[in-house]
């Protein structure tokens, strides 16, 4: 009779436990509603292809790297009226044009591996108190972690001057776009500001152990890269950073997952690229035209997902700096992916571990965390 009534009393909570189950895999694969995503798209579409035509009519694709970092200034203000937008788009082109310089002077100094995670961890740390600090969204460092271990981690072709040039005029050029409007509308808000939260001792402190996150999980998944052979431990730093601008312990999760699933598929993309094969459309056309169309292609694609879904904009944005990497210096496809995938992996997971083990203190009601403050968009 006791083990009748045991298991009786089991079976509602495992009922409770698949709920709980489907319910967070229902989420995980959830796309999120949409909000004008296809003018933001094509704002970013054009910030990154007219930079990147021009590198290719000039004959030097090579150095488009440098230009699409630049261009990731339209991603951010997306939906603010325009004077909003070009004060959030100037805070973050000195994020992504100061992650483009500080990976060239590396490159250009060949300070690799060690030097490389010490630096990109410490500046991950900065790079959350400035991005938690002006309120970026998408939220944290992220990308201009990104900009800096990819610039440093390719060989230099033109002079550390040209190549922050690059960077800035593709930013300054996604400035103009962005305001371009309001030539139409002629609408200025005097006096609009961003709604912040209040600065407290409770948000400071919030912010402090932010940034210790940023600096652990950059420079733990970095150290494992490099102990591990790998010769781009930068995309381990990268992918480490993206759960850490989750909100919370669940959507830090799902971003983490996000991040795995949708860069596997995405190499999928670029193996049908890359490899030889009947299907790839460098059998038929020359191959830097091909490669700056597709990564232009793919950034659209990116944009017009980043807010709906991460893991499908990651199926995108995975070619956009694989094939990147490849007009910065052809490389063996096969390794190229295979890193990449493992070192996605590393990152992600470490990112995941060190939200599960670093927590804020509990917080006073009202008192919102950077993140959740500027919670809304994906990294």
Known sequence: MRGFLHGARRGPAK????????????????????NNDRLSAVRVGLSVAAPLLFLLAIGRPELSLYAVFGGLTAMYGRNESHQLRLRHQLQAAVVLVGGVSVGVFLAVNHIHSWGLVAVEAL?????????????????????????LGACASVPVTAPFAVAVLIAAASAAFSLLVGFAGWLRVRAWKSGAMREAPKRTPETRQAAVVHAARYITAVGVA?????LSGSGYPHWAMAAAAVPLAGADMPSAVHRGIHRIVG????????????????????????????????????????ELFMTRHYGWA?????????????????TDPARLITERAAETLIGALTGIAVVVLIRRRPR?????????????DLP
């Open 314 to 330: 990651m199926v995108f944005f995975t070619p956009v700096i694989l094939l990147m990497t490849e007009l910065a210096a052809v």
């Open 263 to 302: 860069t596997f598929l995405g190499l999928g993309i670029v193996a049908v690229v890359l490899f030889p094969g009947p299907l790839s459309p460098l059998q038929y056309f020359p191959a830097t035209v091909v490669l700056v169309l597709l990564v232009i292609l793919c950034q659209f694609f990116t």
């Open 15 to 34: 009922i409770v436990v698949m709920r709980k189950i489907l319910s967070y895999a229902r989420e995980l694969h959830a796309m999120g509603p949409a």
């Open 222 to 226: 970095g150290s494992i890269g490099v």
């Open 364 to 376: 006073s009601a009202g008192s919102p965390t950077p993140a959740a403050a500027s919670s809304g």
């Open 123 to 147: 500046l991950a740390g900065v790079g959350s108190l400035y991005a938690d600090r002006v309120r970026l969204k998408p939220n944290g460092p992220f990308f201009g972690i990104l900009a």
